[in-house]
């Protein structure tokens, strides 16, 4: 079992950046995959990034590509979140999550292929 534990929120303007972490206990986090996710006001919650166990491997949504870097440190039990040339619409409630497999479902983020997740950390760009 994994508990995360997200920072790195806040309000930014618009074409400004943020980095979220995502802090994971136990001494196993290299076992998981993590992926990120957000959620804006009456929206369903939506993939944003994924990446495998080593870091070798990552998968985006089509509108962060270019914009957002999803990475790890192993050695931190740390996952992070890049976003530069934040836009209003990345305003949204940001999670990460976990899961053992490394598979389709969780690379693109399908349903609920992660099992566990973090408190959610809001982002807010202003225009």
């Known amino acids: 079992q994994v508990q995360l534990v997200e920072s790195g929120g806040g309000l930014v303007q618009a074409g400004g950046s943020l980095r979220h972490s995502c802090a994971a206990s136990g001494r196993t986090f290299s076992s998981y995959a993590m992926g990120w996710f957000r959620q804006a006001p009456g929206k369903e919650r939506e993939f944003v990034a994924s990446?495998?166990?080593?870091?070798?491997?990552?998968y985006y949504k089509d509108s962060v590509k270019g914009r957002f870097t999803i990475s790890r440190e192993n050695a931190k039990n740390t996952a992070y979140l890049q976003m530069n040339s934040l836009k209003p619409e990345d305003t949204a409630v940001y999670y990460c999550?976990?899961?053992?497999?490394?598979?389709?479902?969780?690379?693109?983020?399908?349903?609920?292929?992660?099992?566990?997740w973090g408190q959610g950390t809001q982002v807010t760009v202003s225009s």
């Open positions: 990446i495998d166990w080593s870091g070798g491997s990552t």
């Open positions: 999550a976990a899961d053992l497999a490394w598979s389709i479902a969780t690379m693109r983020g399908f349903g609920n292929a992660y099992e566990y």
